[in-house]
């Protein structure tokens, strides 16, 4: 299985990025998707979750509102829509996919390479 993260970049605050995570090597829409972030320092951190057919989505407290998790089954690829970026939104972004999804890391099996989002004041 792989997953190949991109869409991070440098932008300022109040602005968006949309992220994307594709995906290879087993039936993508069979499994849970999350999005999870990190800066130096700190754990990794759940974001949001969308599960395979995409009926259902959660989010950190902190991403309601701002952060949209969507998923194309058809192409293999899940997103993450994030308007009203904050400063404090500033990691690198990491997909996984998992069978049970979750906000712990170790419901999720396969990992991405990470994006880094950088949201500037």
């Known amino acids: 299985v792989q997953l190949q993260a991109s869409g991070g970049g440098l932008v300022q605050a109040g602005g968006s990025l949309r992220l994307s995570c594709a995906a290879s090597?087993?039936?993508?829409?069979?499994?849970?998707m999350g999005w999870f972030r990190q800066t130096p320092g700190k754990e990794r951190e759940f974001v949001a979750a969308?599960?395979?057919?995409?009926?259902?989505?959660y989010y950190v407290d902190s991403a309601k509102g701002r952060f949209t998790i969507s998923r194309d089954n058809a192409k293999n690829t899940v997103y993450l829509q994030m308007n009203s970026l904050k400063p404090e939104d500033t990691a690198v972004y990491y997909c996984?996919?998992?069978?049970?999804?979750?906000?712990?890391?170790?419901?999720?099996?396969?990992w991405g390479q990470g994006t880094l989002v950088t949201v500037s004041s």
């Open positions: 969308i599960n395979g057919g995409g009926g259902l989505t």
């Open positions: 090597g087993r039936t993508f829409s069979r499994y849970f």
């Open positions: 996984a996919t998992g069978r049970s999804g979750g906000r712990l890391t170790g419901a999720y099996d396969y």
